[in-house]
Each structure stands twice: as C-alpha cells, then as structure tokens.
C-alpha cells in the first residue's frame, strides 16, 4: 500500500511514519506540510492511502480532501487531528475522509485503519 503523508509538523511527519513502517506492504510515497503542496503532490503519487491532519499552514484538510477527491475518489484518507470536534468530524467525512480520528486518544488507530483499507485493495 502506498501511503502520503500530509502534516505541518515535520516531527509528525516521522511520528506517524514510523507508526505506520512496519506494517507489511507499507510504502511511504511523500509527504507535504500545506494544501497547496499535498494536493500537487498526492495527484502526482496516486497513493492509496492519505495520514491527513486537519490544520495546515495556510488552509485545513477540507481543502485537500475537496481537491483530490474530485481527480482520485478511489484514494482513502484518514484525518488526523487535536480539533475533533463534531463539526470538523462532519466537514472531513462530508468531504470524502474514510476515518477522522482525535490525535490525542484515537492514534493508535491509524494502523487498524490502514488495515481495514489494504484488506479493501486487495
């Protein structure tokens, strides 16, 4: 499964590939820090799965999901974020995400999740 990985945070960028790398089939794609750079970057790769966080330098991850989805609909993103809130919630999987978890107490949820997509790929 090739992933990309979208925060602003540089640290959370190696955080959530090293949560994610010894997972079997796992192939880190790219990464970016904006919306402008994750979207030209997640149509140049094609990835099957998209580590999505919600708040980026200069826009959040409903402008990514919008953007992409309508090229790429097939791609899964799981947003990942310090605001879940319902609304965000609701304005991620309105959008297109296949899962929205809260950073602090649902991370460890990102590997079953990219589970559940790689058993969908194949």
């Known amino acids: 499964m090739d992933i990309f990985i979208v925060d602003d945070l540089p640290s959370m960028r190696d955080r959530l590939r090293e949560l994610v790398a010894d997972i079997e089939g ?8 904006t919306p402008a ?3 030209a ?6 990835p099957d799965c998209v580590l999505l966080d919600y708040q980026l330098i200069g826009g959040t991850a409903v402008e990514v999901l919008r953007a992409v989805r309508a090229h790429s609909p097939q791609i899964a993103f799981i947003v990942l974020t310090n605001h ?3 609304q965000h919630r609701s304005a991620c999987l309105d959008a297109g995400a296949r899962f929205f978890f809260d950073k602090s107490t649902e991370f460890g949820r990102v590997r079953s999740a990219i589970a559940e997509i790689d058993a969908t790929l194949h």
């Not at 970057?41 to 094609?46: A, D, E, F, P, V």
Request: net charge negative; hydrophobic share 55%; glycine share 16%.
């Open 26 to 33: 796992v192939a880190f794609v790219g990464d970016a820090g």
């Open 84 to 86: 879940a809130t319902a």
């Open 37 to 39: 750079d994750a979207i």
């Open 41 to 46: 970057g997640i149509l140049r790769t094609h």
